[in-house]
């Protein structure tokens, strides 16, 4: 025999099997006559005699052994014949990749040497053998659908970065990702191909041809008239680009699909094929025939029924069976072709798994009659089939494929020591087990029939103006409601045909996650447990090997169904013992965190480093907890790495895949579809081949904790009396119930990291699909307009037109459909439950941490992430198909987590820069929203009361921009024409995405902003830090804003060809959007708040008010100077700064004038009209520019004063999209056609009501009037009583103790941050009010 387990199984048989030759003749077993005739029975003669029982020689067991040996060497090929070399082909068997020469670039080669994985830009690998006469093909499985070209070469195909399979002469190829044949040249050729497709490269030498099929499905004759003749053969090659994977079958394993008169690379084991398919039947016979002692007589039965009883017949006879079946069993060929097909075969009969009992008999079989090697090594082959063939399997409408192979699985994972077997050794460390609970999404609508599912397409064809869909179409027709509803009722069937997969997916997950099979060994959970945990650490670690990272397609839907699993065993746990909590209410727990039984690897915690807070906190974690740390612990914590000695980390690795350094060890997710350790990594820079289970990097130290995880066992995890497990250390704060299954508390946390890692992103990834079909559809009803209007003798324009019609309905025929696919596995109603209800754990959790006052720094960071994502996620990604108002408890929910966000922004135990910044904008983003706004105001008032205070920190040394436009949101809608969506000159422009949150309708909160009066009233010290601060930060951004428009413009200038780095056009716009909302913020305060400016009892009021005037002078000038730079930058329509405009910014000026000249008390009125009058950069015309009144003696002709957002060039575009043009005539003797207009308030009429306007007026005329007797009653100054710093007021105070001078505005504002004098930096110590002696 030519089977490795050959020289093994023999000595088994003398051990196992000499008993039976000892025994007398007529053994207690059964009589001999009725033996014979069961064992001629089991094992009949093919050998055409005479058929007659009588004439038969009696069969015993002493000489069944020969027998059966002459039975399986019936038929056998003789020896020499066996091994003749086929014609046609040369090469070793078996075929496998040349790692040794055949390759070029980077790549990952798997143990088999089947799998590859391309590592860097375009590499390239071919076969060992090669074929020059005759019909052949091979296989390539398809893991990632990236750029790859698959095909032949010849030997003297030379490839390099750039060029690979059929980039030269004699190569080659297809290349299913571009849908194009290659050869030197390229045309279109086949279909695109989607990860877990079979391509099928078959080649005739014979007639010089090569075709290509896509699961099983032939795409044409590529290539003809391929050159051919002596010294010409072709290898199998690919090559493929970074991160692009494969596996390939030269004939190892059965071929998928065999095409008719082409042979494999590699020949099929027929002699061992002949006698697996014997054995099997012998095995078979065994099965149905029962042995009736009493009658003695044989009977048949039926199969399903039988059950192994330990009678001695039986037995001894499979023993002889197993003896040859067993080292058949351990390869990979016959265990695919003869047994999965078995096995497969006693499930057809479709009901439920567990109507079928003879597998799990079998397996029994397995264990009892083969060595623990050979059943290890059958069932890991069996489980790598069963993958391999579940996730290359086409997508057929009843996914019947797919339910097949998983219905197999669970019944193998049904037998307890096989599934434990398999959960220790196979499905985490060999095989990519979370395969198993991803459903793919068809990329071929038609080949997935769901054309038959879903025979009627429909799309959104309503849209608002902004472009969004439009929730309750008012006037949809008949027709296409019954679209919709056929199209609604396709999707349910599609549905519940996944739904199927999905709960096969679940049943095996609950096998997995069974705790009560204790027989043999440690329940299937903890080991389950142990692994899981390693497997998020490899996913976790962002050193990761690129080939063990989880695809996150696969997490998705391995996240919904460890959901789906985890809170059935959390209910069924729930209802034996009644005091825990139900998976409703489910929260992990704050020990977890701090109690060092849960491994979070090196993910950061809120506080920082687990070390470092290891170091700070355990004075409170003793006390708080009872939880002593180990000084020496600290310490080799706190070591650095790089001091750990080499060889101890190693030592200490368990079965050597540590953390990290092991992770070429582990299957590596790109390449070979089940197998894949990607161990040998090719590179034709140092042509040698890297020692297997090298990673590329210095492989990291692995600190002793980090193995805890691999040795957990279940009292470690549940505990037991007297022993928390892993709740040890709870805290006073947490109540004394218990909640769950600690296994479960440790599962759910992972489900939490999980969604942290990539499921998140994925969400979001898959958004694509709908919006697609937005577009599309968009498209067509504009298409569809213009049709409608195309005048009747353009036929040419006619029939374009109605090609793109064309186009685009096919296109969303085909999305919709897709788009079905995509709701009913990631965005159905259930799955949007799961994401909700991970939020509410998130939130439940941080709330349980939150009350344990310092130890919530231990608290991971993922978590607060993942409350933010989760909800962000439920919002943009679930909302067109299913509403978020309809989840349970949904408002309290929005409330909870807005008290979070409120209290943990400015949370002083959090120390990362990015989660507060992440926080920071989840809550700016959660009060643009009116639902959510309304949630901030429902937390309780001391909580809001809180935010607001943090809100109003002065703005120096923190993230200032964020908490503004906080306010500024606050704000929005009750300022001064400040109750747009869109800026009035963007209106026209494509519509972004509708739902950002600056783009939501305004929603000023009127409860927030009396907390933000009431704090700024009271607390005078605090209101004029955070007012000078302000002002500071609104003197540089738009000071930086207006450094910046200079340079555009002199680069604008310039004769030669010039660019503007978009960057820099981007800050530019940044610093004009903070520059107007900074503006809004003090028109907030102004409005709140008037006493802080204009009380002048309060002690910087008078101080704060200059400054104001000044800055707003400052902007007023720079903004509305005739011919100046803003125009002429706003003039140049420059993309990127599209926001910078004069609208927003004059109007938010006009907002704090108007406020403080109008709306004021009359001694208000009048201190801020002498505080603006008296800036030296006060200028009447600035405010008469408002009105377009550009007051001829000030500045000559006014009519050229500005060309604006109301210029002709770009009319302003009302509510009703008419043009309003504007209605203030232009001045006399500067009109002509070139004339520009120029800015007013007046051409705003949708924007600024007339109130407003009529404000402006009157400050314009009380302006106008106050100027003129300033002007009177001024007598001329003389230059030395000027104040030299400023060299605008007169001298007022004199300092102490040096005695120099200045005015009062300049001392006060240099005294805010500094405390040394201007001229002498002397300390200054008082200052006091100056007049100057009457001159004698």
């Not at 009872?626 to 190693?650: K, R």
Request: aromatic share 8%; proline share 5%.
């Amino acid at each position: 025999m030519s089977s490795k387990g050959g020289g093994t199984a023999l000595t088994r048989r003398n051990y196992r099997l000499s008993s039976d030759t000892d025994k007398p003749r007529s053994t207690g077993i059964v009589n001999e006559k009725l033996l014979s005739d069961y064992l001629h029975h089991v094992f009949p003669s093919t050998k055409q005699g005479p058929a007659l029982a009588s004439l038969r020689k009696p069969l015993g067991f002493q000489d069944l052994g020969a027998h059966l040996e002459r039975l399986l060497s019936e038929g056998e090929p003789a020896e020499e014949s066996r091994d003749q070399p086929v014609e046609g082909r040369l090469g070793p068997q078996p075929v496998v990749l040349d790692h040794t020469s055949g390759f070029e670039g980077l790549l990952f080669v798997d143990d088999d040497l089947l799998g590859v994985i391309g590592h860097s830009n375009f590499s390239s690998i071919r076969a060992t053998t090669c074929v020059y006469k005759g019909k052949w093909a091979y296989e390539v499985l398809i893991s990632s659908q990236g750029l790859m070209q698959i095909g032949w070469c010849t030997l003297n195909c030379r490839f390099n970065q750039e060029e690979g399979v059929g980039d030269t002469p004699d190569s080659y190829a297809y290349d299913g990702n571009r849908v194009r044949k290659w050869n030197v040249t390229t045309t279109n050729y086949g279909k695109s191909w989607a990860a877990g497709d079979i391509v099928s490269c078959l080649i005739d030498l014979d007639e010089g041809t090569i075709t290509f099929c896509l699961n099983g499905q032939s795409l044409g004759t590529a290539f003809t008239n391929i050159k051919t003749g002596p010294g010409v053969a072709y290898f199998p090659a690919i090559s493929l680009s970074f991160k692009e994977s494969v596996a390939f079958n030269f004939g190892s394993r059965p071929l998928r699909y065999p095409v008719e008169g082409y042979l494999p690379l590699q020949n099929p084991p027929t002699a061992d094929l002949m006698k697996a398919h014997k054995l099997l039947g012998y095995i078979k016979n065994v099965l149905a025939t029962a042995i009736d002692t009493q009658e003695e007589k044989l009977l048949e039965k039926d199969c399903a029924v039988w059950r192994l009883h330990g009678e001695p017949t039986v037995l001894v006879t499979l023993a002889h069976i197993f003896n040859h079946f067993a080292p058949l069993m351990c390869k990979v060929y016959l265990v695919e072709d003869v047994l999965m097909d078995f096995l497969l075969g006693i499930l057809e009969g479709g009901g439920s798994v567990d109507e079928h009992p003879l597998i799990q008999q079998l397996l029994d079989l397995f264990w009892l009659l083969m060595e623990d090697y050979e059943v290890n090594e059958c069932l890991k082959q069996l489980m790598m089939s069963l993958l391999r063939a579940y996730r290359f399997s086409p997508i057929i409408p009843d996914l019947g494929f797919q339910i097949h192979y998983l219905r197999l699985t669970t019944a193998i994972l049904r037998h307890e020591k096989s599934r434990k077997y398999l959960l220790s050794n196979v499905l985490f460390d060999v095989l990519r087990s979370v395969v198993f609970f991803y459903v793919k999404t068809p990329l071929r609508v038609k080949e997935a029939g769901l054309e038959e599912l879903i025979p009627t397409t429909w799309w959104p064809t309503h849209f608002d103006k902004e472009g969004k869909d439009e929730r309750e179409p008012k006037e949809e027709s008949a027709d296409e409601r019954l679209r919709r509803r056929a199209y609604e009722r396709g999707c349910q069937r599609l549905k519940k045909r996944i739904e199927v997969v999905e709960e096969l997916q679940v049943q095996i997950l609950r096998l997995l996650l069974n705790n009560k099979d204790k027989t043999t060994g440690e329940a299937s959970r903890y080991i389950f447990l142990n692994k899981f945990r390693k497997f998020l650490q490899e996913n976790a670690s962002n050193r990761g090997h690129p080939t063990a990272l989880c695809p996150p397609e696969y997490m998705v839907c391995f996240l919904h169904r460890l959901i789906t699993a985890v809170r059935s065993c959390w209910d069924e746990g729930n209802r034996k013992s009644p005091g825990s909590i139900s998976s409703e209410d489910a929260y992990v727990p704050p020990q977890l965190f701090y109690n060092g039984k849960v491994d979070y690897f090196d993910l950061q915690r809120l506080g920082g480093l687990l070390s470092h807070l290891k170091k700070t906190l355990k004075d409170d974690l003793a006390s708080k907890a009872n939880i002593i740390i180990d000084p020496a612990e600290i310490q080799t914590t706190s070591m650095d790495d790089l001091d750990e000695d080499e060889e101890s980390g190693a030592a200490q690795r368990p079965f050597g895949a540590a953390a990290m350094g092991g992770a070429l060890a582990r299957p590596s997710w790109l390449s070979s579809p089940t197998l894949g350790r990607a161990n040998r990594f090719l590179s034709t820079a140092a042509v040698s081949l890297m020692t297997p289970r090298r990673p590329l990097t210095q492989p990291e130290k692995v600190k002793v904790r980090t193995l805890a995880v691999e040795q957990r066992t279940e009292e470690d995890i549940e505990g037991s009396h007297g022993n928390d497990g892993l709740l040890l250390g709870r805290p006073l704060e947490e109540p004394d119930q218990p909640i769950a299954d600690k296994s479960l508390l440790e599962i759910v946390d992972g489900i939490v990291m999980m969604y942290n890692l990539s499921v998140h992103q994925q969400l979001g990834k898959m958004v694509v699909v709908s919006d697609d079909v937005h577009e599309y559809a968009v498209a067509l009803k504009d298409t569809e307009e213009k049709i409608a209007r195309c005048p009747a003798r353009r036929a040419d324009i006619l029939e374009e037109l109605q090609k793109s019609q064309k186009v685009f309905a096919e296109k969303l025929n085909h999305l919709s459909r897709r788009l079905a696919w995509i709701n009913a596995t990631i965005y159905s109603k259930e799955k949007m439950l799961d994401v909700y209800w991970l939020l509410c754990v998130c939130i439940r959790t941080i709330e349980h941490a939150d009350n344990t006052g310092s130890l919530f720094a231990f608290a991971p960071e993922f978590y607060l992430n993942v409350a933010m994502n989760a909800y962000s996620a439920l919002k943009n990604y679930f909302s067109p198909a299913n509403s978020m108002e309809e989840l349970p408890g949904y408002e309290e929910t929005l409330t909870q987590l807005a008290a979070i966000l409120a209290k943990h922004f400015a949370d002083p135990r959090i120390v990362g820069t990015d989660i507060k910044d992440s926080l920071m904008q989840a809550l700016a983003s959660y009060v643009c929203y009116p639902q959510s706004l309304r949630a901030v105001e429902r937390i309780p008032e001391e909580q809001r009361v809180a935010m607001m205070r943090n809100l109003l920190a002065p703005y120096e040394q923190r993230p200032w921009a964020q908490t503004n436009w906080i306010l500024v949101r606050l704000w929005r809608g009750c300022g001064f024409g400040y109750r747009y969506t869109r800026l009035p000159h963007l209106l026209k422009t494509k519509p972004e995405d509708a739902n950002l949150p600056s783009l939501q309708k305004p929603c000023p909160s009127l409860l927030l902003q009396r907390h933000m009066a009431e704090l700024l009233s009271m607390d005078k010290d605090m209101a004029a830090s955070f007012l000078n601060s302000v002002l500071n930060q609104l003197n540089w951004a738009f000071s930086e804003f207006i450094g910046m428009i200079q340079e555009i413009q002199q680069a604008a200038e310039r004769p030669e060809r010039n660019f503007v780095d978009t960057r820099q056009l981007k800050v530019c716009a940044t610093c004009f959007d903070l520059s107007v909302s900074l503006l809004r913020v003090l028109e907030m305060t102004v409005t709140l708040v008037p006493e802080i400016f204009l009380d002048w009892s309060r002690p910087s009021a008078e101080l704060l008010l200059r400054r104001l005037a000044q800055l707003l002078n400052q902007v007023l000038n720079r903004v509305t100077a005739e011919k100046n730079l803003f125009d002429r930058v706003v003039n140049l329509r420059l993309p990127g700064l599209e926001s910078v405009d004069h609208y927003p910014i004059l109007v938010a000026v006009t907002g704090i004038l108007v406020r403080i000249l109008v709306d004021g008390d009359r001694q208000g009125v009048s201190r801020a009209a002498s505080v603006l009058l008296s800036d030296p950069c006060f200028q009447l015309h600035s405010i008469q520019h408002l009105l377009g009144e550009g007051g001829g003696e000030a500045s000559g002709s006014a009519a050229v004063l500005t060309s604006t957002a109301a210029a002709a060039a770009r009319p302003v575009v009302g509510s009703l999209g008419s043009s309003v043009a504007s209605p203030i005539p232009s001045a006399p003797g500067a009109a002509g056609p070139a004339e520009r207009k120029h800015f007013s308030l007046h051409a705003y009429t949708d924007y600024i009501s007339e109130e407003e306007k009529q404000k402006v007026e009157l400050m314009l005329a009380f302006l106008t009037e106050e100027s003129k007797q300033a002007a009177a009653s001024t007598a001329p100054t003389s230059e030395e009583d000027l104040c030299p710093i400023c060299y605008a007021h007169s001298i007022s105070a004199i300092f102490k103790p040096c005695s120099h001078k200045s005015c009062k505005a300049c001392i006060n504002q240099h005294l805010m941050n500094n405390k040394d004098c201007f001229f002498c930096k002397a300390t200054i110590t008082g200052v006091e009010d100056y007049s100057k002696p009457a001159s004698s």
